[in-house]
């Protein structure tokens, strides 16, 4: 006969191992934050507070956590995740509110949406010139194949095609936000610094290593050094930070072919299921837009590189105009001649019946 497991908070922490390690330290984030509340609103720990909260009703349950919301002092964004994390938790512990209750009896503060900041090859320029080696190598590869932070930190050699034009980058999916692995590429600028510091590595060895909080704090000093430390009004929230990078690729890739720029950056879209390439045709398509991902060549030079390519497809088109004129032509000469032939005929018919 099963004996069922006691609802605590030990246990709790075995049922979620299979998610995330970073949903698991968010959940502990969360909860030292829900014992602080406990402790400071109803003077016990948040095991006491729940336990009690079962013998109250549902509008009673749902105050409480209004008060826990309430007592929050982060962006609404965050409240709606601290939320989940503890209405996740209480369920586990028997508390069974429904969608319905919590529409109806928690509000949530509206989040104020900044217009995001784009950032621009100039200020790319000065994060690279003040990031030592590793980072600006770890920049240039976020910015030019649009990686996250997580993903970059935990790429392998092994995961890296190096016999290619440009590195083929196998991103693992148990990394990737939607836990679909996905394959990018690196620009000649990024490979270039990047080589050789492969050639130390072996195949296991992680190329950068870090933690994504350890790579948002070196960012955030090297915004500092830069000058570009602004934050948004509504938060206090960098403008720049290690995202904008990824940002920087999805925008960049989008205005030529948005499909490709949500593959390659691991983004949902409903067409992606048909719209299938293979490697070698992605990589001719990533060649033909990477001069608007390079960082330390001049501007002009890319508008220059991308009127060539205009004008290469106009001179294609132009051709093929000229041998659909030729065709036409040689048409029309045939009808002639063949209506030259069939006037001979028709008058030999006549003039042998007359």
Same mark, same amino acid.
């Given at each position: 006969m099963l004996v069922a497991k006691e609802k605590n908070i030990e246990n709790y922490r075995l049922k979620i191992r299979s998610k995330a390690a970073s949903s698991q330290r968010g959940f502990e984030r969360t909860y030292r934050k829900f014992e602080i509340f406990s402790q400071e609103n109803y003077q016990k720990n948040c095991e006491d507070l729940i336990d009690e909260m079962k013998l109250v009703s549902t509008d009673d349950q749902c105050e409480i956590l209004q008060e826990w919301i309430n007592w929050l002092t982060i962006k609404p964004s965050s409240i709606r995740m601290y939320f989940s994390d503890v209405f996740q938790y209480i369920y586990y512990r028997g508390i069974k509110l429904n969608p319905q209750d919590i529409k109806q009896g928690i509000?949530?503060?509206? @989040?104020?949406? @900044?217009?995001?900041?784009?950032?621009?090859?100039?200020?790319?320029?000065?994060?690279?010139? !003040? /990031? *030592?080696? +590793? *980072? +600006? !190598?770890?920049?240039?590869?976020? %910015?030019? /194949? %649009?990686?996250?932070?997580?993903?970059? *930190?935990?790429?392998? +050699?092994? $995961?890296?095609?190096? $016999? +290619?034009?440009?590195? !083929? !980058?196998h991103v693992p999916a148990r990394y990737t936000k939607l836990k679909r692995g996905k394959t990018t590429f690196f620009s000649s600028e990024a490979q270039k610094f990047l080589r050789p510091m492969l050639e130390k590595l072996g195949d296991e060895d992680k190329i950068f290593g870090v933690t994504t909080e350890g790579t948002s704090n070196t960012f955030g000093a090297y915004r500092k050094k830069a000058g570009l430390d602004k934050k948004y009004d509504s938060a206090n929230r960098a403008m720049i930070n290690p995202m904008s990078l990824r940002s920087w690729f999805i925008s960049k890739i989008s205005r030529r072919d948005p499909n490709l720029a949500k593959k390659w950056a691991g983004q949902k879209g409903y067409l992606l299921q048909y719209d299938r390439l293979t490697q070698e045709e992605q990589l001719e398509k990533y060649l033909e837009f990477e001069p608007d991902l390079l960082v330390n060549t001049p501007k002009k030079t890319n508008e220059m590189k991308r009127l060539d390519e205009d004008a290469k497809?106009? @001179?294609?088109?132009?051709?093929? /105009?000229?041998? *659909?004129?030729?065709?036409?032509?040689q048409i029309e000469k045939d009808y002639i001649e063949k209506k030259d032939i069939l006037t001979e005929a028709i008058k030999i018919i006549k003039a042998q019946n007359s």
């Open positions: 509000t949530f503060p509206k @989040d104020l949406q @900044d217009e995001l900041h784009p950032l621009s090859q100039e200020e790319y320029k000065l994060i690279l010139e !003040v /990031a *030592n080696y +590793k *980072n +600006k !190598v770890k920049y240039l590869c976020m %910015g030019s /194949a %649009g990686l996250r932070p997580i993903e970059v *930190n935990n790429i392998r +050699k092994k $995961d890296l095609e190096l $016999d +290619k034009k440009r590195i !083929v !980058v497809r106009l @001179d294609e088109m132009l051709a093929r /105009a000229e041998i *659909n004129e030729q065709k036409i032509a």
